[in-house]
């Protein structure tokens, strides 16, 4: 299979991660609200990242979705010959938990934090073994498949990438379903990076979630392969018993959905923000796959511009992809430096 060249790939890697930034800040004014009442306020959607919000937000600020999405990122960007990723992602996690996290005071706790991932992690402090960690079966949120794109963008290798997205998904969401959906989600991003076209790029999901033995995960896959963005975002009527609020496969589906939905990528993440309940989380694992798709200079300038981690998230772009192109760490140069090492 021949790659797409470097700078296409530079951008498709950066565009997954400021798809998920977009998405999350987009949505997380609409968090809790319901299609009825999204509808009323915003009739057309929200088209715009103002913040607000029931946790305040700042224009752009990252949430948990966003935020935890660079801890998974700094241990791939900071790794070296031998780091254990899956235990570096644990620790930024917890350094993120405890306050160690731009724009936030030291010691200071996340305004919002999942119940399973603050589960995940306080056994993880406890046990100091990510692969003991978890909240257990039955907890089976989105709140991993949110922060996984970064095992699909820097890891080259599909055994590897897939064993990593199950072992960072587990640090705190190890429920089959979750595990899964994480692994069978990288797999669908890691092949848009590569240029193949998204209804190619689903069927490797789905392949692989029938590998993987979950007849779940793929009935997911094809729920999202009939699912309409705008027509549930018009229409309100919402295909899930949850009503899109935070199951993982619900997520999956909606993401799939979106990835397969030719439209622009604002258009799509537009609609699935608007459908309401778990906007933000929704519109970060959609929107990560459309950045994957179409690239970062697909995302509005006028999003891009107040997103908190823009600068961030693009030079971690850079990085990866010149990582993908000479199949070893790069050296980072003037243009292309490391988060943090100023």
């Known amino acids: 299979m021949r790659l797409v060249p470097v700078s296409h790939r530079t951008d498709r890697i950066a565009g997954a991660l400021l798809g998920v930034h977009a998405g999350d800040a987009l949505?997380?004014?609409?968090?809790?609200?319901?299609?009825?009442?999204?509808?009323e306020r915003?009739?057309?959607?929200?088209?715009?990242?103002?913040?607000?919000?029931?946790?305040?937000?700042?224009?752009?600020?990252?949430t948990d979705d966003t935020d935890l999405t660079r801890a998974v990122l700094l241990a791939y960007l900071r790794?070296?010959?031998?780091?254990d990723v899956v235990r570096s992602a644990a620790d930024h996690m917890l350094g993120w938990l405890d306050g160690d996290w731009p724009g936030r005071a030291p010691g200071s706790r996340p305004r919002d934090v999942g119940g399973a991932t603050l589960a995940g992690l306080e056994r993880y402090r406890r046990c100091r073994d990510p692969r003991a960690a978890g909240a257990g079966e039955g907890h089976?949120?989105?709140?991993?498949?949110?922060?996984?794109?970064?095992?699909?963008?820097?890891?080259a290798d599909r055994g590897r990438r897939i064993s990593e997205s199950v072992e960072i998904s587990a640090i705190t969401h190890d429920d089959e379903r979750a595990v899964t959906a994480c692994a069978v989600y990288n797999e669908i991003a890691a092949a848009l990076v590569t240029g193949l076209e998204p209804a190619h790029c689903v069927a490797i999901g789905l392949a692989t979630a029938r590998e993987l033995g979950s007849d779940v995960v793929a009935a997911a896959i094809e729920d999202g392969q009939a699912?309409?963005?705008?027509?549930?975002?018009?229409?309100?009527?919402?295909?899930?018993?949850?009503?899109?609020?935070?199951?993982?496969?619900?997520?999956?589906?909606?993401?799939?959905?979106a990835l397969l939905d030719e439209r622009p990528?604002?258009?799509?993440?537009?609609?699935?923000?608007?459908i309401g309940?778990?906007?933000?989380?929704?519109?970060?694992?959609?929107?990560?796959?459309?950045?994957?798709?179409?690239?970062?200079?697909?995302?509005?300038?006028?999003?891009?511009?107040?997103?908190?981690?823009a600068a961030e998230f693009t030079t971690a772009g850079c990085i990866l992809a010149r990582r993908q192109d000479s199949d070893r760490?790069?050296?980072?140069?003037?243009?292309?430096?490391?988060?943090?090492s100023h």
């Open 27 to 39: 949505g997380a004014t609409l968090e809790f609200s319901s299609w009825s009442a999204i509808r």
């Open 42 to 62: 915003y009739p057309d959607g929200l088209r715009d990242i103002i913040g607000g919000g029931p946790f305040v937000w700042p224009p752009g600020h990252a």
């Open 79 to 83: 790794a070296e010959a031998g780091t």
């Open 140 to 155: 089976a949120g989105n709140g991993s498949l949110m922060r996984c794109i970064p095992t699909a963008i820097a890891v």
């Open 227 to 257: 699912l309409s963005p705008a027509l549930i975002a018009t229409s309100g009527n919402i295909p899930f018993a949850g009503a899109a609020s935070g199951y993982v496969l619900d997520s999956l589906s909606l993401a799939v959905a």
């Open 265 to 274: 990528l604002a258009e799509v993440l537009v609609d699935i923000a608007r």
């Open 277 to 309: 309940n778990d906007s933000d989380t929704n519109a970060a694992i959609a929107g990560g796959l459309l950045g994957a798709r179409d690239g970062s200079t697909a995302i509005p300038r006028r999003w891009t511009a107040v997103l908190q981690f």
């Open 329 to 340: 760490p790069a050296r980072p140069s003037r243009r292309c430096e490391l988060p943090g």
